[in-house]
T-cell receptor
Framework: QKEVEQDPGPLSVPEGAIVSLNCTYS??????FMWYRQYSRKGPELLMY????GNKEDGRFTAQVDKSSKYISLFIRDSQPSDSATYLC??????????FGAGTRLFVKA | NAGVTQTPKFRILKIGQSMTLQCTQD?????MYWYRQDPGMGLKLIYY???????DKGEVPNGYNVSRSTTEDFPLRLELAAPSQTSVYFC??????????????FGPGTRLTVL
């Protein structure tokens, strides 16, 4: 079983839609949960992070962690064509090694 | 700050050739990483370093070598290139504090094709 599972998509939505991106994981020791955004032909960049369970909101983006279900989500409200990118979840136990999901490709159509 | 820089941006190699991918960071980070990214496969860790003179294998180290003589530089060496090494290579660095303090900063990547 992989440590982190993420549907690669692609996910195609119309502009203005609410987008839900998800990852499941198997190791209950993960404490830090991050989302990276990667534009085409660029390196990943940190978008949001949360510690332990709960929600965190930043503008149109909300990160949600459910440790009991080992399930993390990223919601994008009022999606824009500029949100078209690959989104990678990343998990960390508190050490320096981070495990990345495979990434979900998102297309937002104008 | 330039962050993490990588050279070259693109390279085509013939089978059996060797090359070095360069990576430099100017954030005084102790931790540096090399990943490869294949379509639909996510990021696979090749090698990492926790400081100058200290390196260790990641998930997919075969066919690669690294060295870390300074805090800033972490070159990746490919010996006897094979078509299976066709990929996009990313270098990253972090402060290594653990958890969210260990946010990784990525370079722009090197696209390598082995024919």
């Amino acid at each position: 079983q992989k440590e982190v599972e993420q549907d690669p998509g692609p996910l195609s939505v119309p502009e203005g839609a609410i987008v839900s991106l998800n990852c499941t994981y198997s190791n209950s020791a993960f404490q830090y949960f991050m989302w990276y955004r990667q534009y085409s032909r660029k390196g990943p960049e940190l978008l949001m992070y949360t510690y332990s369970s709960g929600n965190k909101e930043d503008g149109r983006f909300t990160a949600q962690v459910d440790k009991s279900s080992k399930y993390i989500s990223l919601f994008i409200r009022d999606s824009q064509p500029s949100d078209s990118a690959t989104y990678l979840c990343a998990l960390n136990t508190g050490g320096f090694k981070t495990i990345f999901g495979a990434g979900t490709r998102l297309f937002v159509k104008a | 700050n330039a962050g993490v820089t990588q050279t070259p941006k693109f390279r085509i190699l013939k089978i059996g050739q060797s090359m070095t991918l360069q990576c430099t960071q100017d954030m005084n980070h102790n931790y540096m990483y090399w990943y490869r990214q294949d379509p639909g496969m996510g990021l696979k860790l090749i090698y990492y370093s926790v400081g100058a003179g200290i390196t260790d294998k990641g998930e997919v180290p075969n066919g690669y070598n690294v060295s870390r003589s300074t805090t800033e530089d972490f070159p990746l060496r490919l010996e006897l290139a094979a078509p299976s090494q066709t990929s996009v290579y990313f270098c990253a660095s972090s402060s290594g504090g653990g958890g969210v303090a260990d946010t990784q900063y990525f370079g722009p990547g090197t696209r390598l094709t082995v024919l």
